[in-house]
């Protein structure tokens, strides 16, 4: 009788092993801001447009209003509420791209816990949003996504808060500036405390995502400086990355894809300039429409313009399209299937799900 039973046992377990989709389902959760978010998207998938900028700003609600992963819509002021699927059904925000590629869509799979406005520090021991990173590390899963620290540095440079910088002439001087500014934020400590938690009190495989090149409209810096600042944000987040050596082969740095702002330097010959020039560039530009009609008047013979924005609009170009979404969701499936995480569903070079219906990848906002 009991040698039977452990037989049957045995045969179940090997059959369970053979049979594809009985193994335990693939779990993902992300932590982040904006623009993992997919802020510029409301929570079923149309973009809202530039009248409702001021009324889905953050502000102090700290409610992620008019982000494609939240139930909370323009003007809101209700408590932070997250859609009952974290975006997966819409499809804009880039982890929910990814998961949805990944096969990530049963139930419990996936949650995206990214805050439009949130800072490291929230996330942080004692941040307002602690209980978010904790609950992610209470779901146990099998990779946890961070995407963490353009808040508030790119918000105070591109926004005019860091006015000391933007007043020094020589780009020398504005580097040093700069620099100290961004060390000055804290924000590579909080970011490798966050992720020296996600190790130590997790058994997930961590991706710390970096960030693209964005060049709002809105922005007084010229675009070397909007460089330079985006270039010492990405290096603050490889600094916490570094930091947290210790993590082995259980932490990842998905450096993403690098939009292009359609000037130079570079080595690519423009052919899409309006005056007929040919500069040479750093690719047609991937920046927002509105952007890259600033960039037309303000470089008519430098200016290489593109014909898929990977920024909204809506929000001066701080922010994915669905364009730049499914870039950066491409990206994390061939991290992916690179490292085997996340089942074995994933292809190198293979397209996300498609986005949203009714709305076209690269159209306006």
């Known amino acids: 009788m009991c040698r039977t039973a452990r037989t049957s046992l045995l045969i179940a377990l090997c059959l369970a092993a053979a049979i594809p989709g009985t193994a335990a389902a693939q779990t993902m959760r992300v932590l982040g801001d904006s623009v993992s978010a997919g802020f510029g998207y409301l929570g079923d998938g149309t973009p809202w447009r530039a009248r409702d900028l001021l009324r889905c700003m953050p502000g102090p609600y700290d409610n992620n209003r008019c982000a494609s992963n939240a139930a909370n819509g323009v003007g809101s002021t209700s408590p932070l509420r997250f859609l009952p699927d974290f975006g997966l059904g819409n499809g804009v925000a880039w982890p929910a791209q990814a998961a949805r590629s990944l096969g990530l869509t049963r139930a419990g799979q996936f949650a995206n816990f990214a805050i439009s406005g949130a800072t490291p520090a929230d996330f942080d021991t004692g941040g307002k949003f602690a209980h978010l990173t904790a609950r992610a590390m209470r779901d146990a899963p099998d990779v946890v996504v961070v995407m963490l620290g353009a808040n508030p540095i790119l918000h105070e440079f591109i926004l005019g808060r860091a006015y000391g910088c933007e007043l020094r002439w020589r780009l ?89 702002t359609g000037l130079g330097p570079g080595t690519h010959r423009c052919e899409t300039n309006a005056l007929g020039a040919h500069p040479r560039v750093d690719g047609e530009s991937t920046q927002a429409r509105v952007t890259q009609m600033k960039l037309a008047i303000l470089h008519p013979f430098g200016f290489c313009p593109g014909a898929v924005p990977w920024f909204v609009s809506s929000e001066t170009g701080a922010h994915l399209s669905l364009a730049g979404h499914a870039q950066y969701a491409r990206a994390f499936v061939d991290l992916a299937a690179a490292h085997h995480l996340l089942g074995a569903g994933a292809t190198p070079g293979g397209a996300p799900a498609p986005p949203v219906p009714g709305v076209p990848v690269g159209s306006w906002p």
């Open 172 to 260: 020398a001087s504005f580097a040093a500036c700069a620099d100290a500014h961004v060390q000055a934020s804290g924000l590579t400590r909080h970011l490798a405390r966050i992720i020296r938690t996600l190790v130590d009190g997790s058994r997930a495989q961590v991706v710390v995502v970096n960030y693209p090149l964005a060049v709002p409209a809105s922005a007084f810096l010229q675009v070397d400086r909007v460089r330079y600042v985006a270039g010492a944000l990405q290096r603050a987040v490889r600094a916490a990355v570094r930091a947290n050596g210790a993590g082995g082969d259980r932490l990842l740095l998905m450096e993403g894809p690098q939009a292009r």
